[in-house]
């Protein structure tokens, strides 16, 4: 559940990057016909608040990216064409952030986030590199990464851009947590063009989910990623709907302790509306953050002494494990009572959290766990996906 | 020097303030209790509220007694480095102690999963990390005294000290370039110090590091007051300038270690306590410069917790930021008034 651990990778990631940004890709000036600019949208964007898509004129798509990270002064326009209309297209090299031909054969993509997307669309054939390959849980990708067909391409999270100009992708899927991007900005100079992937600015479970969109218009795959998205959002909704017929909701506390301080998610974070939807009562929701709160532990202790359900102790999969960290944990009635759940005990072969790289992409199945902790009653039969009650 | 009865004043109302201090921390944090609670809770007496009593006797007194002890002990190691080194500018951490700790503790928290490429998150406990911080301090202080037996210079051993910790950061540099975020995170959080979460076996053993460095010290006034002279004079007064050298470098290493195990590098105190002492006392006497500064140490450090823990708020702010930003100003204040260093 905790968005700070996720973004924290995400934020190590971007230690050395710069941002950027004028890449040609393939764009030939001669020209046959240009479009007015007359934009029409696509495939609604219901629930992310970080990206568009527009169709402008019949073979150009636009994908703006408004919130490539959190306050971002400007928004990112790429243009994507079809790779046997490119010669027959002109278009304002300036007007775009980069022009893209599709569909992309070959990608980089560089978030554990950016992988079941690329699954779910059936396109992981189509990735060639990832930095850090050992964070990767899939097990599709786990097979490829050993047979050699996913390079690594780099360590410390950091792109290498050596090996990713060596690689030569059509495209690369970067991330960043500000306008300062070193290593895309060499990528950019070498005719890769690089977008910027957003989806862990998002704040809604479903708003997550929904940049699997954001994929699709690269590889052609608008129906598909149409399809999944409503599936997951039906499967949350209903979810939601069974979760709210309980008849009680149990109080609950989560995050876990770094010396005296408490980390925990913030009232109106990804990981507080999961609870909130699961219809139990976060000790927290009132907090204004997005991100996490860092309390100091005694006024946790104070506040969730008594709540019924403790989830996702930061990387703790036992009790004695919980217990040795600290003493005072075992103050807590979760604790007492073994009512304590965590998404750390499911890894990948290598060691990622499989909760980081899916959660996100499955809302639903992230909701339906909670529903099958904090409500036993109501979905039965149900085999969770990343909540696992501690040993 | 001043008539002795001021001075048993000055210790008596020192005295005073340091068990005001005491309780004022006890009392306050992020969750309000009561002064009468407090009181009641300490002296075991019931109180409604279970939890409460819990959170003054585990983690609330426990947390004063490690300020007190680590204000005292970085004080007092201060006070040795400024006199062994006769620059107002060493403290604690000038023979590379701190840098030690801290590459003792980069190597557990970052180093380990290099090499084991899996998260080893369950080894971190507050013990490997007190042993292993302590390792790496006492590994440098080995150095340092291995270069002491055969340096005559006590300016030589001060630059070599800097270099031994011009080193251990370049390694742990190198450590969190290629770590991943949350090991890095955790690393840098422990940079920040932390006074909570000693358990009282941890504080014993605290307390008797602490006590030896004490004891130490106080018999290594004479030579310290020879220092301050230069050291040849110090040695026409037959004072053994090897061995007593040795021993300061010992007692500071078994004080700063220690703390900075158990505690993390707590900045500044071990700088400015000794002037401010200094200021204060009007003295560089070690006779009283000794026993002043360990309580002006605890004093200072019980006060930057109290400020740290921002009573009545659920946040709280690392101790080490507070201990600058609280204690620079009233050093600066006391300078400029004074117009001149006691030193």
């Not at chain 1, 007015?36 to 609604?44: E, F, L, Q």
């Not at chain 2, 053993?205 to 040849?232: C, D, M, Q, R, T």
């Amino acid at each position: 559940m905790n968005i700070k651990t996720k973004l924290r990778l995400k934020f190590s990631k971007s230690f050395f990057y710069i941002v950027l940004f004028l890449c040609f890709f393939g764009c030939k000036t001669n020209k046959k016909e240009s479009f007015p600019v007359s934009h029409s949208k696509t495939g609604k964007i219901e629930y992310a608040k970080g990206f568009t898509i527009e169709k402008s004129g019949p073979d150009i798509t636009l994908v703006k990216i408004t919130s490539p990270w959190p306050n971002a002064k400007s928004a990112y326009t790429y243009a994507l064409v079809p790779k046997d209309k490119l010669p027959a297209v002109t278009l304002d090299r300036n007007a775009y952030d980069a022009i893209i031909g599709t569909p992309v054969e070959s990608v980089v993509v560089t978030s554990t986030t950016h992988i079941p997307a690329l699954e779910g669309l059936g396109i992981l054939d189509k990735l060639v590199g990832f930095p850090e390959t050992k964070y990767i849980s899939s097990k599709a990708a786990r097979n490829r990464i050993e047979e050699g067909q996913i390079k690594e391409l780099g360590s410390n999270e950091t792109l290498n851009t050596e090996m990713v100009i060596a690689l030569q992708p059509e495209l690369v899927v970067g991330f960043s947590i500000n306008a300062q991007n070193k290593a895309y900005n060499t990528l950019e100079r070498s005719r890769i063009p690089v977008v910027y992937n957003g989806d862990w600015t998002e704040e809604t479970p479903l708003g997550k989910a929904e940049w699997i969109k954001f994929f699709a218009p690269f590889f052609n795959k608008e129906k598909e990623a149409e399809n999944l998205f409503s599936e997951i959002v039906l499967n949350y909704n209903n979810a939601k709907e069974i979760a709210a017929q309980a008849p009680t909701s149990p109080t609950v506390i989560s995050g876990a302790m770094y010396k005296d301080v408490w980390y925990l998610p913030g009232g109106k974070s990804w990981a507080a509306q999961f609870i909130k939807d699961a219809n139990a009562h976060y000790m927290w929701a009132e907090t204004q953050e997005s991100g996490s709160l860092s309390l100091s532990w005694e006024s946790v202790l104070q506040k969730g002494k008594n709540a019924e359900y403790w989830i996702a102790p930061s990387q703790f999969t036992s009790y004695k494990g919980l217990g040795n960290a600290s003493e005072h944990y075992k103050q807590f009635d979760a604790f007492k009572n073994r009512n304590i759940f965590t998404y750390a005990s499911k890894k990948g072969e290598s060691g990622g959290l499989l909760y980081y790289e899916l959660a996100p992409q499955r809302p639903d199945w992230v909701l339906q766990d909670l529903i099958h902790i904090f409500h036993p009653n109501l979905l039965l039969d149900y085999d969770p996906h990343f909540f696992k009650p501690l040993e | 020097m001043r008539p002795k009865g001021t001075y048993t004043l000055r210790f008596g109302i020192l005295m005073v303030a340091l068990c005001g201090c005491l309780l004022l921390n006890i009392s306050l944090g992020s969750v309000s209790i009561s002064f009468t609670d407090t009181l009641k809770a300490i002296f075991g007496a019931e109180i409604q509220n279970k939890s409460l009593t819990y959170i003054i006797w585990n983690y609330r007194i426990p947390k004063a007694f490690t300020a007190i002890m680590s204000g005292a002990g970085l004080a007092l190691s201060g006070l040795l480095m400024q006199t062994l080194f006769r620059n107002p500018l060493a403290g604690p951490f000038v023979l590379g102690i701190s840098s030690g700790a801290s590459l003792g503790a980069a190597i557990l928290i970052m180093g380990l999963s290099l090499f084991s490429g899996i998260l080893s998150a369950s080894m971190v406990t507050d013990v490997s990390l007190a042993l292993a911080s302590s390792m790496g301090s006492f590994l440098v202080l080995f150095l340092v005294i291995g270069v002491a037996t055969k340096i005559k210079d006590t300016m030589a051993l001060l630059i070599i000290g800097l270099m031994f910790g011009s080193i251990t950061a370049a390694v742990v540099s190198v450590l969190s370039y290629f770590t991943n975020a949350e090991k890095l995170q955790q690393y840098v959080y422990w940079t920040f110090g932390s006074l909570g979460d000693l358990s009282w076996n941890q504080l014993g053993i605290l307390g008797i590091a602490i006590l030896v460095g004490i004891g130490i010290s106080i018999f290594s006034i004479k030579p310290l007051n020879g220092y301050l002279l230069g050291e040849h004079y110090a040695q026409s007064l037959g004072i053994h300038l090897k061995k007593s050298r040795f021993l300061i470098i010992i007692a500071t290493g078994i004080l700063a270690g220690s703390i900075t195990a158990f505690a993390g590098p707590i900045a500044f105190i071990g700088l400015a306590v000794p002037h401010l002492t200094r200021q204060i006392f009007n003295t560089t006497d070690h006779k009283i410069l000794v026993p002043a500064v360990l309580m002006y140490g605890s004093i200072t450090l019980l006060l930057c917790d109290i400020v740290a823990q921002l009573p009545g708020q659920a946040e709280v702010l690392p101790i080490n930021a507070i201990t600058s930003l609280i204690g620079a100003p009233v050093v600066i204040w006391l300078l400029m008034r004074k117009r001149k260093m006691i030193f």
